[in-house]
Nanobody, 123 residues
Framework: QVQLVESGGGLVQAGDSLRLSCLPS????????MAWFRQFPEKEREFVAA????????YYADSLQGRFTMSRDNAENTVYLQMSSLKPEDTAVYYC????????????????WGQGTQVTVSS
């Protein structure tokens, strides 16, 4: 079974920080890129950040302006999204994703999706 499991979502106040985690169920993703997307109600999933398991640096959606940081721990087979200076506009379901593409940036690049974790930012 191939599965991505996200965790770490919750309810926070504007200006707070939150770290999301993603754990693949197998060790078959080392040749893949890992990514984070988010989805607002009634809208398409949009790109947040991505990184390759091996030989790459993280890259981000321009609109995030450095507030989010993606990282990976190959030994623990886990990827993270550190979210800081959260705004109510960041409220969305956040999805972990895996792609065979070298540089995924759209939902059509994704081969596997996690179940999503809700992030709610209050003001």
């Amino acid at each position: 079974q191939v599965q991505l499991v996200e965790s770490g979502g919750g309810l926070v106040q504007a200006g707070d920080s939150l770290r999301l985690s993603c754990l693949p169920s197998t060790h078959t993703f080392t040749s893949y890129s890992m990514a984070w997307f988010r989805q607002f109600p009634e809208k398409e999933r949009e790109f947040v950040a991505a990184i390759r398991w091996v030989g790459g640096s993280p890259y981000y959606a321009d609109s995030l302006q450095g507030r989010f940081t993606m990282s990976r721990d190959n030994a623990e087979n886990t990827v993270y999204l550190q979210m800081s200076s959260l705004k109510p506009e960041d409220t969305a379901v956040y999805y972990c994703a895996a792609s065979i593409q070298i540089r995924p940036t759209t939902s059509t690049d994704i081969d596997y999706w996690g179940q999503g974790t809700q992030v709610t930012v209050s003001s």
